[in-house]
């Protein structure tokens, strides 16, 4: 299996911003709200982002595959939540795989090299529990059976 590619290159001001979150919270120095910039917030008159910020967001916000068949999209959503809750849900028992790597082992079936099989098996798993339930949601009873499996 293929180890993870290093992480693409960051600005200084990137890594400042990283190292400051990165610090324990008694580290860090304490910043209170400006209320005078809150309190100048008018509901559908004023707006805290710039017309251009607010634009690029909404630009980026927008569906990638916006043209593409019916379907496609929710497939996308689809795929994006199995991975996140499979990784969640093995993440609250224990597991130490990053999203990452439980991204790279549910989409490209790699699992990383310095993890063992059961954490993998694991992710695998809650995959598999998610896939039964969205696949038999009209079927599934609350009942011995389906919890089972």
Same mark, same amino acid.
């Given at each position: 299996?293929?180890? $993870?590619?290093?992480?693409?290159?960051?600005?200084?001001?990137a890594k400042?911003?990283?190292?400051?979150?990165?610090?324990?919270?008694?580290?860090?120095?304490?910043?209170?709200?400006?209320?005078?910039f809150l309190? &100048?917030?008018?509901?559908?008159?004023?707006?805290? =982002?710039?017309?251009?910020? !607010?634009? !690029? $967001?909404?630009?980026?916000?927008?569906?990638?595959?916006?043209? &593409?068949?019916?379907?496609?999209?929710?497939?996308?959503?689809?795929?994006?939540? $199995?991975?996140?809750?499979?990784?969640?849900s093995s993440?609250?028992?224990?597991?130490?795989?990053? =999203?990452?790597?439980?991204?790279?082992?549910?989409? $490209?079936?790699?699992?990383?090299?310095?993890?063992?099989?059961?954490?993998? &098996?694991?992710?695998?798993?809650?995959?598999?529990?998610?896939?039964?339930?969205?696949?038999?949601?009209?079927?599934?009873?609350?009942?011995?059976?389906?919890?089972?499996?």
């Amino acid at each position: 299996m293929l180890g $993870l590619k290093p992480t693409p290159p960051i600005s200084e001001k990137a890594k400042d911003i990283k190292e400051a979150v990165a610090a324990p919270e008694a580290k860090r120095k304490p910043v209170g709200y400006n209320l005078e910039f809150l309190d &100048q917030y008018r509901p559908n008159e004023t707006y805290y =982002l710039s017309e251009r910020t !607010r634009e !690029r $967001l909404h630009e980026k916000g927008k569906p990638l595959k916006a043209d &593409q068949p019916a379907g496609t999209y929710i497939k996308d959503v689809y795929s994006r939540l $199995l991975i996140d809750l499979s990784w969640n849900s093995s993440h609250l028992e224990g597991n130490t795989c990053s =999203l990452l790597e439980a991204e790279r082992l549910i989409e $490209l079936g790699e699992s990383a090299d310095n993890k063992n099989a059961r954490e993998a &098996q694991m992710i695998l798993n809650h995959r598999g529990a998610i896939d039964f339930i969205v696949e038999g949601i009209d079927e599934i009873r609350v009942n011995r059976h389906a919890i089972l499996n």
